[in-house]
């Protein structure tokens, strides 16, 4: 069993939707990272959070520690937004040097 | 700052070969990886460093090695390739250990075919 699963695989939306991606994760963990791959390849960082919520300008990023859950939210979604975002997760018992990642969740906005 | 710059963006390599990718970073970042991602998995670590002088392996360290004789590069070495390394490797660079406190900066990534 995966230690991050992503749901769901892919998505499709019209323009103005909103937009929810779900992580849930079987280990304990120090800190969550969501992070957007483009078309073209490069990945940037997004969010980086242990509790509660983060907002930045259209995405919202929330985490339950007891649930083992994380959602990243797009309100008013855009044909810009599609990407693949990717969750991962900093466990406590794994090596110092590394990340668990999800395999991703591809996200098709159309205009 | 041109953050993390990885060279080539493309290689074709027949079995056997080997080769460098390159990486640097211009941010003074102490912790620098490398992963690398296949169609279907999630990113994984091929190999770590926390600092000048200091590697470690990660979760698919075989056929790869590193070296990290300065702060800003982190070169990762395919040392006989093999069809099953084919794939987009890329490098990634924190202030400190990735995850807990500290974000990462990714490169743009290279995309490697070995025949």
């Known amino acids: 069993k995966n230690e991050v699963e992503q749901s769901p695989q892919n998505l499709t939306a019209q323009e103005g939707e909103f937009i929810t991606i779900n992580c849930s994760y079987s280990?304990?963990?120090?800190?969550l990272h969501w992070l957007q791959q483009h078309p073209g390849g490069g990945i940037v960082s997004l969010f980086m959070l242990s509790s509660g919520k983060k907002k930045h300008g259209r995405l919202i990023a929330t985490i339950n520690i007891q649930e083992k859950h994380s959602s990243l939210h797009i309100t008013a979604s855009h044909p810009r937004d599609s990407a693949v975002y990717i969750c991962?997760?900093?466990?406590?018992?794994?090596?110092?040097?590394?990340?668990?990642f999800g395999k991703g969740t591809k996200l098709s906005v159309k205009p | 700052n041109a953050g993390v710059t990885q060279t080539p963006k493309f290689q074709v390599l027949k079995t056997g070969q080997s080769m460098t990718l390159q990486c640097a970073q211009d941010?003074?970042?102490?912790?620098m990886s490398w992963y690398r991602q296949d169609p279907g998995m999630g990113l994984r670590l091929i190999h770590y460093?926390?600092?000048?002088?200091?590697?470690d392996q990660g979760e698919v360290p075989n056929g790869y090695n590193v070296s990290r004789s300065t702060t800003e590069d982190f070169p990762l070495r395919l040392l006989s390739a093999a069809p099953s390394q084919t794939s987009v490797y890329f490098c990634?660079?924190?202030?400190?250990?990735?995850?807990?406190?500290?974000?990462?900066?990714f490169g743009p990534g290279t995309r490697l075919t070995v025949l």
């Open positions: 941010m003074n970042h102490e912790y």
């Open positions: 990634a660079s924190s202030q400190g250990l990735a995850g807990t406190y500290n974000e990462q900066f």
């Open positions: 991962a997760v900093k466990n406590y018992g794994g090596s110092q040097g590394n990340l668990i």
């Open positions: 280990v304990g963990i120090s800190a």
């Open positions: 460093s926390v600092g000048a002088g200091i590697t």
